[in-house]
């Protein structure tokens, strides 16, 4: 069988003179059959029209025929959560999980920590150094891709970041207009965690009513911390931990932008929470 990968992006054209640009309201991107195609469409379409972001001057809908022995499938992360009292309180969860994934690679005795004192710095302190990491993310796109053995950014461009792109949920035959922040993140983590050399990512919305974020990897899983800023917030922002020892940037990039992926969420929801001792 064959399906249509569908991408769509709307703007809106703000400020005049030298100020004036386009600023990004909605986009959304599906695989399907291809008698799901129309009515996808519309609904991206639909969504990009009635966007809380603003009434959009522009919307790009590229639709593109994917080969089924092109796509990947993969299972779904297994899905856990984690209730706090605070949004402090979930953000510092947060950076503990991924903290201990970082240094649970750096202890595996296959990988040499690499030399140069700058570099041992800064991954002694690569715990204290998140939330610098995530404050730099705001403005950003796509995600950025940290690189723990040298502590150094990888993306191409750091202003824009690294998209993760061309991928859905398997039998997905649901023709949504409006965003759906876990089923979208689910997929998306789930390809992010599959990525040669990926380790572990972090996650904050940037939409200010979505409060829960998550932490992912594939030995964590998908890490659901239900409060991880304030209600109204519009700052949010991917990181997206990666090891250069285990792979080559340009291998993960091309992975992440290119391979196109379908994920089996069947078994899927949006998890039971779980005690305090398995976040430690
Ligand atoms: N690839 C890489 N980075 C991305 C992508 C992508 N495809 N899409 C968004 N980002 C970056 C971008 O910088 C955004 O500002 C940031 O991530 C947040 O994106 O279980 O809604 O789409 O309920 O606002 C988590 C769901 C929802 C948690 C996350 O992210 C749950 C969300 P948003
Ligand atoms: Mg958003």
């Not at 972001?53 to 809908?61: L, T």
């Not at 030399?115 to 705001?138: D, I, M």
């Not at 502590?151 to 750091?158: D, S, V």
């Not at 090891?243 to 069947?266: F, M, N, P, T, W």
């Amino acid at each position: 069988m064959d399906y249509y990968s569908l991408k769509m992006r709307a703007s809106q054209h703000v400020g005049e003179g030298e100020n004036s640009h386009e600023q990004h309201i909605s986009g959304a991107e599906r695989i399907v059959s291809r008698d799901s195609v129309e009515a996808v469409c519309s609904a991206m379409v639909r969504r990009a029209m009635t966007h809380s972001k603003g009434d959009p001057d522009f919307i790009n809908v590229k639709i593109e025929k994917v080969h089924e022995s092109d796509i990947q499938i993969l299972k779904a992360l297994p899905v856990t959560r984690i209730d706090v009292e605070t949004w402090r309180e979930g953000l510092e969860k947060a950076f503990g999980l991924v903290s201990k994934a970082v240094m649970d690679v750096h202890k595996e005795s296959s990988l040499s920590v690499p030399k140069g004192t700058s570099e041992n710095a800064c991954l002694q302190n690569f715990a204290a150094n998140l939330p610098e990491l995530l404050r730099a993310t705001f403005p950003m796109r796509g995600a950025m891709l940290y690189d723990i053995a040298t502590g150094k950014r990888l993306e191409p461009n750091h202003e824009r970041g690294v998209r993760a792109t061309y991928m859905d949920a398997l039998h997905s035959s649901v023709v949504d207009s409006c965003k759906n922040h876990f089923n979208e993140a689910i997929v998306l983590a789930t390809k992010v965690a599959n990525a040669p050399g990926m380790v572990a990512e972090f996650c904050v919305s940037d939409d200010p009513n979505y409060v829960t974020g998550y932490v992912a990897s594939k030995e964590l899983g998908y890490v659901r911390i239900m409060k991880m800023k304030e209600m109204g917030d519009e700052n949010g922002g991917r990181i997206f931990l990666f090891d250069s020892r285990k792979a080559s940037a340009e291998e993960c990039i091309e992975y992440l932008q290119k391979k196109k992926v379908l994920v089996d969420v069947a078994p899927c929801h949006p998890g039971a929470t779980i005690g305090s001792d398995r976040i430690q």
